[in-house]
């Protein structure tokens, strides 16, 4: 059974561009999550969807960030425009309902020169 | 303060050694505990969870909560040069939302 998919793996963008994720979760996992990891941390909430369902965006900056699971399948997290510290590791998850069983994607590594 | 505290170490131990990673933690309200184990340019896996109190062992793994003084041990016995990774603790809310300690660092030196 395939994992959760990321892609791109890697981005390299000047800062004030735009730049996009995108998320595929596993199969029948009906929750969806975008994590971000900083460098040395541990990753940290920015949104999490029940179905097509935004249930908890709480962290994530809405002034420059945007995300959306249209069909409730795949999810795209988007930043525009990109500053400097948004460097970072973007990580998706997805699991089964309210479950203590989350899996991870492989991240999106971002760099903002 | 930090919801979940680690020590980020790195902790550097010989093959074979008994490792001991821990975390505290501060709202008492928190049930569920995890760790995952993060490889190096990859997502975070789940190792174990434990609901509330007391020991889960997992083969050569074996999670620990003591929630009287909100402290979450991760024991490997018989460490393998394959452990070598980043472990993070994290606790699970109310709503459901996993918050992680920034992870500790180890290296089993074959």
């Known amino acids: 059974e395939a994992g959760v998919v990321q892609s791109p793996r890697y981005k390299i963008i000047e800062k004030k561009q735009p730049v996009a994720f995108w998320c595929n979760p596993i199969s029948g996992h009906n929750t969806l999550y975008w994590y971000r990891q900083n460098l040395g941390q541990g990753p940290e909430l920015l949104i999490r969807y029940e179905n097509e369902e935004a249930v908890d965006d709480s962290q994530l900056p809405k002034d420059r960030f945007s995300a959306e699971r249209l069909k409730g399948v795949d999810s795209t997290l988007k930043i525009q425009p990109a500053e400097l510290g948004d460097s970072a590791v973007y990580l998706c998850?997805?699991?089964?309902?309210?479950?203590?069983?989350?899996?991870f994607g492989p991240g999106t590594r971002l760099l903002v020169l | 303060q930090k919801e979940v505290e680690q020590d980020p170490g790195p902790l550097s131990v010989p093959e074979g050694a008994i490792v001991s990673l821990n975390c505290t933690y501060s709202n008492s309200a928190f049930q569920y505990f995890m760790w995952y184990r993060q490889y190096s340019r990859k997502g975070p896996e789940l190792l174990m969870y434990?609901?509330?109190?007391g020991n889960k062992e997992d083969g050569r793994f074996t999670a620990q909560v003591d929630k009287s003084s909100k402290y979450i041990s991760l024991f490997i016995r018989d460490s393998q040069p394959s452990d070598s990774a980043t472990y993070l603790c994290a606790v699970m809310d109310s709503s459901y939302k996993l918050i992680f300690g920034s992870g500790t660092r180890l290296l089993v030196r074959p």
């Open positions: 434990t609901y509330s109190s």
């Open positions: 998850a997805s699991s089964s309902g309210h479950s203590e069983t989350q899996y």
